[in-house]
């Protein structure tokens, strides 16, 4: 067995399909012991730090920081026994070191044919196996059957990179850019595999117009990407034309910037959602008067002086609370029947310079104030620090959108997809209330709830919204009565 082995990108569990590199934690030549962090990886849902499956001595990094790459391929080559001398002829790196190292042209030149009658895996028209790779420990396997990638041919996709092959650099040389049809492709379907359908769907590619220059003349991601720099290239002499104003309004005054990782997989669930359930919104203002009191006596007490105190923690505590009473409200549209929850895994939505996230506190139900009070300021932490797990953003049944801390009085949130009710809380401002009979200045919000209206009709989501509201303007009161 080879002292070598290569290390894939291991499919975390949540339905992705590549990941960027972040930084490599490690490099060549490093010892490195089982489970140690070797790679940080940003997928569409978090920053994570992936593992190493061997212990050994680091051979070669086949990525850089910055590139993008599928799951299932090789990022990392690790010598399992460093110690026991050279490695031998028999493996394919030594092998490489005696020989003259070749150009990369040379090797972009070297194509395999495959038997006949075949198509590569994994392409779509071809033979697909079936099975999967391998998780993460702590990251649960997909409920639908994975496909394999098949793995790519390593010394010409490295040489592509400019990174170790063999423990020698290869230089770099550019392909010719893809071939494009006068006419669409006739007969035969389009070789390509789904992420570079995907990748091209995105960029207004038409695959039918392109030749491919991987395996059987499929399409490649590189191919869409010199088909687009080829099109910009014909627009910019348009773009630059000069204007009788003489502003210029091309691409030198624009930016583009990638749709990927946390920002597209918001889009997507966004859009997702807003087209599938029916939202509808309602809206309370409340003087809170009494709750910002309320919180201002609980810093005040010794056992809470070291303890963050914010009034979302109240507002979480109100929907918790009315959850008790309205148990249909933490529920999920399920096609022939509706799923109500015992639990609630209490999301709540976090800025990150990332992105939007929603982590949520699981079964936030069954903590105490204090409790929920160090599960939020934890949430909260993880979140800025870019240290969410995949595992702490999915499973919400319920959520919370603190929009106040940036100044707006409330807004109409969309629904995260699997949910039937997300809460909007606005800013706390002091304005002119009718208190008692009298005009008197007044801590007031506004809160503003969207919910599935297929699950939650307009009775149901106004008592959940009264008593949110009536739990903020007397929450001790509240807590006598309901508890």
Known sequence: MSRIKEFNLPDLGEGLTEGEILAWLVKVGDVIELNQPIVEVETAKA???????????????????????????????????????????????AATSD?????????????????????????????????????????????????????????????????????????????????VHDRPRVGGPVLAKPPVRKVAKDLGVDLAALVGSGPLGSITREDVQR??????????????????????????????????????????NMSRSAFTAPHVTEFLTVDVTRTMKALDRLRGRREWRDVRVSPLLLVAKAVLLAVRRHPMVNSTWAGDEIVVKEYVNLGIAAATERGLIVPNIKDAGRLTLRELADALTGLVQTAKAGKTSPADMSGGTLTITNVGVFGVD??????????????????????????????????????????????????LGSKFLRDIGDFLGDPEAALLAWT
């Open 47 to 93: 920053a994570v730090e992936i593992p190493a499956k061997w212990a050994g001595e680091v051979r070669s990094i086949f990525h850089p920081e910055g590139s993008t790459v599928e799951v299932g391929t090789p990022i990392i080559a690790i010598d399992t026994d460093p110690g026991a001398g050279p490695v031998p002829e028999s493996t394919t790196s």
């Open 99 to 179: 020989l003259p190292t070749p150009s990369a042209a040379s090797l972009a030149a070297v194509q395999v044919a495959p038997p006949e009658g075949m198509v590569e895996p994994g392409l779509i028209g071809g033979v697909t196996p079936g099975g999967r790779t391998a998780v993460l420990v702590g990251y649960g396997p997909r409920t639908t059957p994975a496909k394999r990638r098949p793995r790519k041919p390593p010394t010409p996709a490295r040489a592509d990179h400019g990174v170790v092959v063999g423990g020698k650099n290869l230089p770099v040389t550019a392909k010719p850019a893809p071939q």
């Open 227 to 268: 088909a687009v720099a080829g099109s910009t290239a014909v627009a910019e002499p348009l773009a630059a034309a000069p204007v009788t104003s003489g502003a210029s309004f091309g691409a030198d005054r624009e930016q583009r910037i990638p749709v990927k990782g946390v920002r597209r997989l918001t889009a997507e």
């Open 410 to 459: 409330t807004g109409t949130p969309i629904l995260p997809p699997g949910e039937s009710a997300i809460l909007a809380f606005g800013a706390v401002r002091e304005l002119p209330w009718v208190h008692k009979g009298k005009v008197r200045p007044r801590q007031v919000t506004t809160l503003g709830l969207s919910f599935d209206h297929r699950i939650i009709d307009g009775e």
